[in-house]
């Protein structure tokens, strides 16, 4: 409770406690949602700080700015927020970024969960919400305000009414407002006040001073350092009400002030957030600070954001006068600010810095501190900026024509990018050999030959290694001391094959063989591991298991030495599926561990996204769904993830629906996986999403479709032998084959058909002893839903299997023949999607079709 009447002193300033605004803000805490809505100068926000300062609650408060609007930037500042509570939860948002759409707010919303203490309080502030008019970002708010947590509130202070939907919480009680006449100093604070800065008034004086100024806290506090300067009346205070306030500002403030402050206060307007840190380095000695702590209200320290704040009114005055700066004053404070965001990982706060001073070349390092493959949203907020530059940009720096090329392919226009990357590499094979063409003739064969390494699913062109090759040949004259420090990043598959034929997959890895000493050489250590890695993926799913361990492990080996994360983690997937078709538990449990322990590698940037891909596909193999994040689960819809890399999210999210015998949404979601560059490009991925596919008509008897699509996915598999994309798909693909055999389907061998019945088998099994050993481990039971209801003879049979009958009895009860009775047990198992008899009755008896 607030109960005390004695004014807060920060530092050397008084300000007034104001009670009254406290109570109100301790009843409307109780609710999910707060507005405070008033116009500038009320007082709102140092009302709402006030009370939190005695408040018990874990608080964030976020400032909000113009550049707030491009959601990348506002996420930026939204993870910073986050990190003054967990900088665990921050690292993890960061990496998701900001949550467009349905799922990735599912996505969102799961990172805080762990981090949230059930009894414990958590106030977020969003403080300036009238500058937000970006739609993304409000629909982002609206989905927050919607799943309000019970001990979590939001208090919105704004200088008009959020553009979102409140009605919902409204009706429901949910959100507490408080207006701009909450606001208004009645006339004893405002006496209070007063008395605070030593001014005694007569009570006439009083009368008149509060009739002027309605209550505004600006204009007391402005008619305060009026009288306290030594005002001749208090008429005298009363006229300066009815100027304009920025000459008020300008006679009352500005001209009593040193000119060293003026100047560096109107620096200061030109960024928008003020750490101490920062304004200490802005400083050109530390006593203009001091002299600035000394302004009062207009200018003070907030300790939740840990910086200091401007009044709005103030700011925008300073604004108006920032034509007293040089542009070489100028020019400095964007470099020192975005030298400043970049030490703090503000990215995205520094690139805008780096443009405004036109300095491109920090705008370029801050480019190549990203992943290769980065985000949509990022690569078009970077691609805007190199667009906006001035021919002199490119001129200065070589460097600037690479970085626009590298975010064309990005953000997947892969022909513009083409076509910018040869007119480039033309005009600058025709200049005289120099450093500075020699610098972007080797960026821009790297790009040639990324953009073959990522096109080559078409073309079916494997040379890309010459384009490498040629890169290196103009790095050493290219004036570059080292070459770029980057990861690389791997899409839906390793081997960027298409083409069904025998000998492109061997084809497709010996060029990344042949690139990896030339981009491993000028990148350090680029792509080191990654035709191991690629020889790993060809030999799983050719059941080479021995060799398929052998390549995942060196693979590893490699890429720890040089920093590869990816090539590490989609390593130890491979040998996660691995152990996973041999039914070796330790070794998974291994395997988890190690990736659990790449989460606490902070240069890893996609560490949590692939970490949550990865278990899932696991959880969802052994029936544990309640394990798989919630962006995983919920239902399809544009990816962010880039086009390019998104394939293994979306065989994650298949691989649930089909163990969670969902098979009508599954088959809409695979009819949409026509991305160009996406999963169905690749030739294991033609295999697979047809075989998934199959097994779902054949799950709702539609037998005819489920054979072609069988048909055409053993086509594709057969001239590699591809058979563990089948054999992984368990428990429905032995239903399919049996099912094809029993029939008779033509143009699919019968060994084949055989082999992959009795091995998709075997491989079920393999997965129930996982799923038991980590119900023995975790105290779960495996979660099994949408059961197909049973027929009353298959329910007889099963309680006679339940009962420990042997078929033969259970035949001689029913008077049934014994192949009946087998036929029956099949339907049995495959309703259940049980592997053998205590399966079955494990499973029914869990879903109340047995009795315990």
Same mark, same amino acid.
């Given at each position: 409770?607030?109960?005390?009447?004695?004014?807060?002193?920060?530092?050397?300033?008084?300000?007034?406690?104001?009670?009254?605004?406290?109570?109100?803000?301790?009843?409307?805490?109780?609710?999910?949602?707060?507005?405070?809505?008033?116009?500038?100068?009320?007082?709102?926000?140092?009302?709402?700080?006030?009370?939190?300062?005695?408040?018990?609650?874990?608080?964030?408060?976020?400032?909000?700015?113009?550049?707030?609007?491009?959601?990348?930037?506002?996420?930026? /500042?939204?993870?910073?927020?986050?990190?003054?509570?967990?900088?665990?939860?921050?690292?993890?948002? @960061?990496?998701?970024?900001?949550?467009?759409?349905?799922?990735?707010?599912?996505?969102?919303?799961?990172?805080?969960?762990?981090?949230?203490?059930?009894?414990?309080?958590?106030?977020?502030?969003?403080?300036?919400?009238?500058?937000? @008019?970006?739609?993304?970002?409000?629909?982002?708010?609206? @989905?927050?305000?919607?799943?309000?947590?019970?001990? &979590?509130?939001?208090?919105?202070?704004?200088?008009?009414?959020?553009?979102?939907?409140?009605?919902?919480?409204?009706?429901?009680?949910?959100?507490?407002?408080?207006?701009?006449?909450?606001?208004?100093? /009645?006339?004893?604070?405002?006496?209070?006040?007063?008395?605070?800065?030593?001014?005694?008034?007569?009570?006439?004086?009083?009368?008149?001073?509060?009739?002027?100024?309605?209550?505004?806290?600006?204009?007391?506090?402005?008619?305060?350092?009026?009288?306290?300067?030594?005002?001749?009346?208090?008429?005298?205070?009363?006229?300066?009400?009815?100027?304009?306030?920025?000459?008020?500002?300008?006679?009352? $403030?500005?001209? =009593?002030?040193?000119?060293?402050?003026?100047?560096?206060?109107?620096?200061?307007?030109?960024?928008?957030?003020?750490?101490?840190?920062?304004?200490?380095?802005?400083?050109?000695?530390?006593?203009?600070?001091?002299?600035?702590?000394? &302004?009062?209200?207009?200018?003070?320290?907030?300790?939740?954001?840990?910086?200091?704040?401007?009044?709005?009114?103030?700011?925008?005055?300073?604004? !108006?006068?920032?034509?007293?700066?040089?542009?070489?004053?100028?020019?400095?404070?964007?470099?020192?600010?975005?030298?400043?965001?970049?030490?703090?990982?503000?990215?995205?706060?520094?690139?805008?810095?780096?443009?405004?001073?036109?300095?491109?070349?920090?705008?370029?390092?801050?480019?190549?501190?990203?992943?290769?493959?980065?985000?949509?949203?990022?690569?078009?907020?970077?691609?805007?900026?190199?667009?906006?530059?001035?021919?002199?940009?490119?001129?200065?720096?070589?460097?600037?024509?690479?970085?626009?090329?590298?975010?064309?392919?990005?953000?997947?226009?892969?022909?513009?990018?083409?076509?910018?990357?040869?007119?480039?590499?033309?005009?600058?094979?025709?200049?005289?050999?120099?450093?500075?063409?020699?610098?972007?003739?080797? =960026?821009?064969?790297?790009?040639?030959?990324?953009?073959?390494?990522?096109?080559?699913?078409?073309?079916?062109?494997?040379?890309?290694?010459?384009?490498?090759?040629?890169?290196?040949?103009?790095?050493?004259?290219?004036?570059?001391?080292?070459?770029?420090?980057?990861?690389?990043?791997?899409?839906?598959?390793?081997?960027?094959?298409?083409?069904?034929?025998? !000998?492109?997959?061997?084809?497709?890895?010996?060029?990344?063989?042949?690139?990896?000493?030339?981009?491993?050489?000028?990148?350090?250590?680029?792509?080191? !591991?990654?035709?191991?890695?690629?020889?790993?993926?060809?030999?799983?799913?050719?059941?080479?298991?021995?060799?398929?361990?052998?390549?995942?492990?060196?693979?590893?080996?490699?890429?720890?030495?040089?920093?590869?994360?990816?090539?590490?983690?989609?390593?130890?997937?491979?040998?996660?599926?691995?152990?996973?078709?041999?039914?070796?538990?330790?070794?998974?449990?291994?395997?988890?561990?190690?990736?659990?322990?790449? $989460?606490?590698?902070?240069?890893?940037?996609?560490?949590?996204?692939?970490?949550?891909?990865?278990?899932?596909?696991?959880?969802?193999?052994?029936?544990?769904?309640?394990?798989?994040?919630?962006?995983?689960?919920?239902?399809?819809?544009?990816?962010?993830?880039?086009?390019?890399?998104?394939?293994?999210?979306?065989?994650?999210?298949?691989?649930?629906?089909?163990?969670?015998?969902?098979?009508?949404?599954?088959?809409?979601?695979?009819?949409?996986?026509?991305? @160009?560059? =996406?999963?169905?490009?690749?030739?294991?991925?033609?295999?697979?999403?047809?075989?998934?596919?199959?097994?779902?008509?054949?799950?709702?008897?539609?037998?005819?479709?489920?054979?072609?699509?069988?048909?055409?996915?053993?086509?594709?598999?057969?001239?590699?032998?591809?058979?563990? &994309?089948?054999?992984?798909?368990?428990?429905?693909?032995?239903?399919?084959?049996?099912?094809?055999?029993?029939?008779?389907?033509?143009?699919?061998?019968?060994?084949?058909?055989?082999?992959?019945?009795?091995?998709?088998?075997?491989?079920?099994?393999? $997965?129930?002893?996982?799923?038991?050993?980590?119900?023995?481990?975790?105290?779960?039971?495996?979660?099994?839903?949408?059961?197909?209801?049973?027929?009353?003879?298959?329910?007889?049979?099963?309680?006679?299997?339940?009962? !420990?009958?042997?078929?033969?009895?259970?035949?001689?009860?029913?008077?049934?023949?014994?192949?009946?009775?087998?036929?029956?047990?099949?339907?049995?198992?495959?309703?259940?999607?049980?592997?053998?008899?205590?399966?079955?009755?494990?499973?029914?008896? $869990?879903?109340?079709?047995?009795?315990?």
């Amino acid at each position: 409770m607030v109960n005390s009447n004695a004014p807060i002193v920060p530092g050397n300033q008084l300000y007034l406690e104001r009670l009254n605004v406290h109570e109100l803000l301790e009843q409307a805490v109780e609710s999910p949602l707060v507005t405070v809505i008033a116009g500038a100068g009320y007082g709102k926000t140092y009302g709402v700080y006030s009370f939190l300062q005695k408040y018990r609650a874990v608080t964030a408060w976020m400032q909000i700015s113009e550049r707030d609007n491009f959601e990348v930037q506002f996420w930026e /500042n939204f993870v910073r927020t986050i990190a003054f509570i967990s900088e665990r939860s921050a690292a993890q948002l @960061r990496e998701t970024g900001f949550p467009a759409t349905k799922r990735q707010f599912e996505r969102y919303v799961s990172v805080p969960y762990t981090d949230i203490v059930p009894d414990v309080k958590y106030i977020f502030v969003y403080d300036d919400f009238h500058h937000i @008019r970006n739609k993304g970002v409000l629909r982002f708010f609206e @989905r927050s305000m919607a799943s309000p947590f019970s001990n &979590i509130t939001s208090i919105l202070i704004s200088r008009t009414e959020p553009d979102i939907c409140l009605t919902p919480l409204f009706s429901k009680g949910l959100l507490a407002k408080i207006t701009e006449d909450d606001l208004r100093f /009645n006339r004893k604070e405002m006496t209070d006040y007063f008395a605070m800065q030593d001014i005694r008034l007569s009570p006439e004086a009083e009368d008149s001073l509060y009739r002027d100024t309605e209550g505004w806290a600006f204009a007391i506090h402005l008619a305060g350092l009026s009288l306290k300067k030594g005002a001749e009346s208090p008429e005298y205070a009363r006229s300066l009400m009815k100027r304009n306030i920025f000459n008020l500002i300008e006679t009352e $403030l500005f001209a =009593g002030i040193s000119g060293r402050l003026q100047r560096y206060l109107v620096k200061l307007s030109l960024i928008e957030h003020w750490p101490l840190e920062l304004l200490n380095e802005l400083a050109e000695n530390s006593d203009v600070v001091e002299e600035m702590r000394r &302004i009062g209200t207009l200018v003070r320290y907030d300790t939740y954001l840990n910086a200091y704040r401007i009044h709005p009114l103030l700011l925008q005055y300073l604004i !108006g006068r920032q034509d007293m700066l040089a542009p070489a004053e100028k020019k400095n404070v964007y470099i020192k600010t975005g030298t400043w965001c970049l030490k703090h990982n503000l990215k995205f706060a520094a690139v805008s810095c780096y443009e405004k001073a036109g300095d491109y070349n920090g705008v370029i390092k801050v480019a190549y501190m990203m992943p290769m493959v980065m985000a949509r949203d990022i690569a078009r907020f970077l691609l805007d900026i190199t667009a906006r530059a001035p021919k002199s940009a490119y001129e200065r720096d070589a460097t600037m024509h690479v970085l626009y090329v590298r975010l064309l392919m990005t953000i997947g226009h892969l022909e513009e990018a083409l076509k910018r990357c040869l007119e480039v590499i033309a005009q600058f094979e025709a200049m005289p050999p120099s450093a500075y063409s020699h610098r972007v003739l080797f =960026g821009m064969y790297t790009n040639l030959g990324f953009h073959g390494l990522i096109t080559c699913l078409y073309t079916e062109r494997y040379d890309f290694n010459l384009c490498f090759e040629r890169a290196s040949l103009y790095f050493p004259t290219s004036g570059l001391t080292s070459g770029i420090s980057i990861a690389i990043d791997i899409s839906s598959y390793l081997c960027r094959v298409g083409a069904s034929e025998k !000998g492109h997959i061997e084809q497709f890895i010996c060029g990344i063989s042949r690139s990896i000493p030339f981009v491993s050489s000028y990148m350090d250590g680029c792509m080191t !591991g990654y035709d191991d890695l690629a020889h790993a993926e060809a030999a799983y799913f050719q059941e080479e298991m021995d060799a398929a361990e052998k390549h995942a492990l060196t693979a590893i080996f490699k890429a720890r030495k040089s920093k590869q994360y990816e090539v590490e983690t989609r390593s130890l997937f491979y040998l996660l599926r691995i152990h996973l078709a041999f039914g070796n538990c330790v070794k998974i449990q291994e395997v988890l561990k190690e990736l659990s322990a790449q $989460l606490n590698t902070p240069a890893y940037i996609n560490r949590y996204v692939l970490y949550d891909i990865i278990t899932g596909w696991y959880y969802a193999q052994i029936g544990q769904f309640k394990q798989l994040p919630k962006w995983l689960t919920n239902e399809f819809e544009a990816s962010d993830l880039n086009s390019l890399v998104h394939g293994l999210e979306t065989l994650v999210k298949l691989k649930y629906l089909l163990s969670e015998k969902r098979y009508s949404v599954a088959l809409a979601a695979l009819e949409n996986q026509t991305n @160009r560059y =996406g999963l169905s490009a690749f030739l294991f991925g033609k295999i697979v999403l047809p075989a998934m596919e199959a097994v779902c008509w054949y799950q709702l008897r539609k037998k005819e479709k489920a054979y072609a699509l069988l048909k055409r996915a053993y086509g594709l598999s057969a001239p590699n032998e591809l058979t563990m &994309i089948f054999i992984e798909l368990g428990k429905d693909m032995r239903a399919l084959t049996e099912s094809a055999l029993k029939d008779g389907v033509s143009d699919i061998p019968r060994a084949w058909l055989e082999k992959i019945s009795r091995k998709s088998a075997a491989y079920a099994k393999k $997965l129930y002893t996982a799923a038991k050993a980590y119900e023995a481990q975790h105290g779960e039971s495996r979660q099994e839903f949408r059961i197909e209801p049973l027929s009353r003879r298959e329910t007889a049979i099963l309680t006679g299997l339940s009962q !420990g009958l042997t078929r033969e009895e259970i035949a001689d009860i029913s008077a049934l023949s014994v192949n009946t009775v087998k036929s029956i047990i099949k339907s049995v198992y495959a309703k259940l999607n049980a592997v053998n008899r205590a399966d079955a009755i494990r499973i029914a008896t $869990l879903a109340g079709i047995l009795k315990k």
